[in-house]
């Protein structure tokens, strides 16, 4: 399973099934026809960034042009942290630490306590997901981590423009109960490979570049998460498909959804033109 927590985190924190077909280069989509007053428009985001990374011109004139905001998350709910944190608990405070070889205990243990000065007795109790973040901060050496769904939260409270979310917090943090526990523990030492860095900065760079065959492709090598792209992206892209239509005839919407859900046959832009939209990209 080599790679697949890169292809994870480009899930929840933007994998894409590989077309040989290629993509238009853009993170900004717009959305019209198909009978709405006003256009709509989709942009790809990445959950933890680690860069003094800002919204371009395009998407800030984007955001200008709506009339309200859609993430993934309701992420101006006041209640969003106090979920998060009482989800991200094991059930019956079980620490999964039992699920580890001898070997990678000892190795994650070590670069807990070396980071967070607790180790796996303390925080085996985080679900493997939660402490996933944890470590890829460490691992990115990122002081000041930052998603680009804070920066367009941000602008759209500046701009009082109204925020909400796609899904619930309960429905998004609960996917992962569906992975089996074997293949989140095979995801964290994953992170702690010595290569890891080096393949999380490709994904950046091509984030920042906007380069969609690049995202792609460096998503495609993870093989391990092929089981689980149904899940976590494709079903999900269904659902939203029809709530982004009925959202859309009412108010000129902008929506952020991580860059993964963007891209590939199942994408949803793809399921947008097949429902009549026109959706192009905005350079």
Same mark, same amino acid.
């Given at each position: 399973?080599?790679? !697949?927590?890169?292809?994870?985190?480009?899930?929840?924190?933007?994998?894409?099934?590989?077309?040989?077909?290629?993509?238009?280069?853009? +993170? %900004?989509?717009?959305?019209?026809?198909?009978?709405?007053?006003?256009? !709509?428009?989709?942009?790809?985001?990445?959950?933890?960034?680690?860069?003094?990374?800002?919204?371009?011109?395009?998407?800030?004139?984007?955001?200008?042009? !709506?009339?309200?905001?859609?993430?993934?998350?309701?992420?101006?709910?006041?209640?969003?942290?106090?979920?998060?944190?009482?989800?991200?608990?094991?059930?019956?405070?079980?620490?999964?630490?039992?699920?580890?070889?001898?070997?990678?205990?000892?190795? %994650?243990?070590?670069?807990?306590?070396?980071?967070?000065?607790? =180790?796996?007795?303390?925080?085996?109790?985080?679900?493997?997901?939660?402490?996933?973040?944890?470590?890829?901060?460490? $691992?990115?050496?990122?002081?000041?981590?930052?998603?680009?769904?804070?920066?367009?939260?941000?602008?759209? /409270? $500046?701009?009082?423009?109204?925020?909400? =979310? +796609?899904?619930?917090?309960?429905?998004?943090?609960?996917?992962?109960?569906?992975?089996? +526990?074997?293949?989140?523990?095979?995801? /964290?030492?994953?992170?702690?490979?010595?290569?890891?860095?080096?393949?999380?900065?490709?994904?950046?760079?091509?984030?920042?570049?906007?380069?969609?065959?690049?995202?792609?492709?460096?998503?495609?090598?993870?093989?391990?998460?092929?089981?689980?792209?149904?899940?976590? %992206?494709?079903? $999900?892209?269904?659902?939203?498909?029809?709530?982004?239509?009925?959202?859309?005839?009412?108010?000129?919407?902008?929506?952020?959804? =991580?860059?993964?859900?963007?891209?590939?046959?199942?994408?949803?832009?793809?399921?947008?033109?097949?429902?009549?939209?026109?959706?192009?990209?905005?350079?």
């Amino acid at each position: 399973m080599k790679k !697949s927590i890169t292809t994870l985190i480009g899930i929840f924190i933007a994998a894409v099934s590989f077309t040989a077909e290629a993509q238009d280069q853009s +993170l %900004l989509w717009k959305i019209s026809g198909n009978g709405l007053d006003k256009p !709509s428009y989709i942009f790809g985001t990445i959950h933890i960034m680690c860069s003094d990374y800002e919204l371009e011109d395009k998407v800030q004139s984007a955001l200008a042009n !709506s009339d309200q905001v859609y993430l993934e998350l309701d992420m101006d709910d006041p209640a969003m942290t106090t979920k998060m944190q009482q989800l991200a608990v094991n059930k019956d405070m079980k620490n999964f630490s039992s699920e580890l070889t001898d070997e990678d205990k000892k190795k %994650l243990n070590e670069f807990l306590v070396a980071n967070y000065n607790a =180790g796996l007795e303390q925080l085996g109790i985080l679900k493997p997901f939660a402490l996933m973040g944890m470590i890829l901060i460490k $691992r990115i050496s990122c002081d000041a981590p930052n998603g680009v769904e804070e920066l367009i939260k941000t602008e759209a /409270i $500046r701009s009082k423009k109204e925020i909400k =979310g +796609l899904e619930t917090v309960e429905f998004q943090m609960g996917l992962f109960d569906n992975v089996p +526990l074997e293949d989140q523990m095979v995801w /964290i030492m994953d992170l702690l490979e010595d290569d890891y860095p080096e393949e999380y900065s490709q994904m950046m760079e091509a984030y920042q570049e906007e380069d969609l065959d690049k995202l792609e492709l460096l998503m495609a090598e993870s093989p391990g998460m092929a089981n689980y792209l149904d899940m976590l %992206l494709y079903q $999900r892209n269904q659902n939203w498909v029809p709530l982004i239509s009925e959202i859309s005839k009412n108010k000129s919407t902008f929506y952020g959804v =991580g860059a993964a859900h963007l891209t590939g046959q199942k994408g949803i832009i793809s399921l947008l033109k097949k429902e009549g939209y026109t959706v192009n990209p905005v350079l």
